[in-house]
């Protein structure tokens, strides 16, 4: 079964995408082709934005699915004249938060992923330029960071950092534990005065050697026998250090951000 | 006007702040207290969220707004029994893809931003890594890269490179123009045989110096003179070579990517 869905928006489309993954993740079985319209401004690009669903529909013998964000309700009244099947992601909520906010809601096209306000825009920027300069051991000073990542070299320490840096502003440093650490069997004096902002990441041996594998083919430092190695004794250093650890290896970088942020009780705002 | 909103999910919330944003930028004059509550997955979970938004409304003296993508129907009953105006996500717009697509949705708790799969997991990780990799000129083989980011030093090449790539899984690489190519006013042939992947981001003299002023305050990188004249032969020069260009100095992170992807024709599924 072949259904073709649009996101189609007044802006980037991400917030209609995201909310749309979520809806589509509940039917299996369907194989949705997937087509993104961002920056739908005016009526010519909805009526081009019509045409090409009409388009699919007549291609997969099936009505496309619409995830609808433009906020203007001209606009949305064209995307609705199409053979389809629209859903309409602000109309509906809208009207229950003006009834619930007792005041009109001022249409603020495409401002989701806009740029609001260059302080908070240099936040963010700052966040990802903290996290590039603090990753993976380059610099080792922490006394700036909102939090410090640590585990095993590939324990997805580094893209977790950045994506909490791009979309919670949050300077994020990274640290990974290294043969001598672990050998000592406790963390660096420079880290160990950073213990409240310190979280572990923890990967399963066997994920670990993969990923290794790919970077490093053949190698020791990707064979299973040191990767357990590496795991174990990173286990016991952050339990005897007492550092809150999670586990990487059934989680996606949203996940454990997530619950980092939760556990450490930073509660950002996300872009 | 003061009201609290809750982002209660089974998962990591991400969706419903996302929307919920979209949602709130509609009123202004409103001060929004956001909340998060990821990864409630049990009825414990559920009391303990609706205890927290009751108490809300009591110090607001006003029902606080939850946004709620809980899909069990039995938690998120007790959600809605707490004192607030509750969005349901997933109710309304499930029913109308139950009946659009003629079959039953399966219950698949929080896996919007979870990992659903190793091998597109890795894709973005490796692009991810790509982008740290072809960052800055760091690398300049670019046979690999999906697209080029280029132009002047802090034009916003980074943070919008590291975006694409966490979640488009876009490899993107960037190269920052050198004050050599601006003379020569041509690209260097490294980059020239990749033209049709390249996009120029141009950003305005005076948001500029105020970037870099902020990075090397006082210098004659971060010179209002510097600037104007960095970005004149840059639009010159990638005007002379038909490279399309974006500018920056108002667009989000978002929006560049969504741009930049739109322009190259990448319609990559969205992470």
Redesign the interface.
Known sequence: ?F?TVFFISD?????G???G??????????EFT???I??VGDATAALEAVAQINRAGKRDRA?P?VIN?I?DKKLSAIIRSSES?V?D??G???D??EN??G?K????VG?????KDFSV??D??KA?NYA?NH?DGIKLSFDRADLVLVGVSRSGK??TC??MA?HYGVKAANYPLTEDDLDEMRLPPFLRRHKRKIIGLMIEPDRLAQ?RE?RKPGSRYASIKQCRKEVELAESLLRLEGIPVFQTT??????I???VL?ELGL?R???
Chains 1, 2 share one sequence.
Not at 21 to 30: I, K, N
Not at 111 to 115: A, K, N, S, W
């Open positions: 079964m259904r802006g980037t489309a991400i917030t995408e995201t909310l993954h979520s809806l589509l993740a509940q039917f299996s079985g369907v997937q087509v993104r961002p920056f009505r699915i964000t906020v099947v859903l992601l602000f509906e909520f809208l229950t938060l619930a906010l005041i809601p001022q249409p603020a401002q989701t992923h806009g740029l825009y240099e963010r920027m990802t590039l990753d580094t893209p950045l994506y791009l990923i790919t059934r989680s996606s970088i949203e996940e951000s997530s619950r939760a509660q705002e996300m872009f």
